[in-house]
């Protein structure tokens, strides 16, 4: 086995690592009892309506993430990129597992009954069925889209593929805006994960760009 593939069975194990942890930390949060919810709902989350047909990009979330993920891993020949995404996805999650055990937190906007009967109000009564209305702040959802939008778009493979880039926002944009149409989370959820995902990109992105700058400036200089 060569030193690329064993560093890509590395990060692989590394990957699977972290998911079975953030899994089972998640699931622990999300049947824990006795804590107080504290709710984040605002008087403006109500005036945006409910639209069962969000459904669609909030569900294309899930290979929007992995098919991202498992390309920087398998396909992407500049190893670095993995690993400023792979840090971002994992300090984000990480964080939003320490937000919502030491602040237990939800929201109460889900209806009652819904304004029509289709296939699609049929998929978010599944997802009623499985996913709670509590730690809810940062959206994951919003968070791991940014990270991986940011990934596609300061990709040097992908620079030029305007195609994924310009589909990539699309999609984020859309799945952002299905957690606030489907009632999964507050504007103060999406306002935390944008915020969160800001910071990880400066952090992953421009700060590392301009640390490199200043060194081979400071090479150059000598």
Request: proline content about 3%; glycine content about 4%; charged content about 15%.
């Amino acid at each position: 086995m060569d030193i690329n593939m064993k560093e890509k069975v590395k990060s692989t194990l590394l990957v699977v690592a972290f998911m079975v942890f953030y899994l089972v930390c998640f699931s622990y949060l999300e049947n824990r009892t006795g804590v107080k919810i504290h709710y984040l709902q605002i008087n403006l989350d109500y005036r945006i309506p409910f639209c069962e047909y969000f459904i669609i990009p909030y569900f294309l979330w899930f290979p929007y993430v992995a098919v991202t993920v498992l390309y920087f891993l398998y396909f992407n020949k500049t190893r670095g990129e993995f690993y400023q995404l792979a840090v971002s996805l994992g300090i984000g999650m990480t964080l939003f597992l320490l937000i919502s055990y030491v602040f237990p937190n939800g929201q109460q906007l889900r209806p009652y009954s819904f304004p029509r009967d289709n296939v699609f109000t049929d998929m978010v009564i599944a997802l009623y069925k499985t996913d709670t209305s509590t730690n809810v702040m940062p959206s994951i959802h919003v968070f791991n889209s940014m990270a991986c939008c940011y990934a596609i778009w300061e990709s040097k493979s992908l620079k030029n593929n305007w195609i994924v880039r310009i589909a990539a926002w699309i999609l984020t944009v859309l799945i952002i805006l299905a957690t606030m149409f489907l009632k999964q989370h507050t504007i103060l959820d999406v306002a935390a994960g944008l915020l969160l995902g800001k910071i990880c990109w400066f952090f992953m992105y421009r700060f590392k760009a301009q640390r490199e700058t200043a060194l081979e400036y400071e090479r150059i200089k000598k």
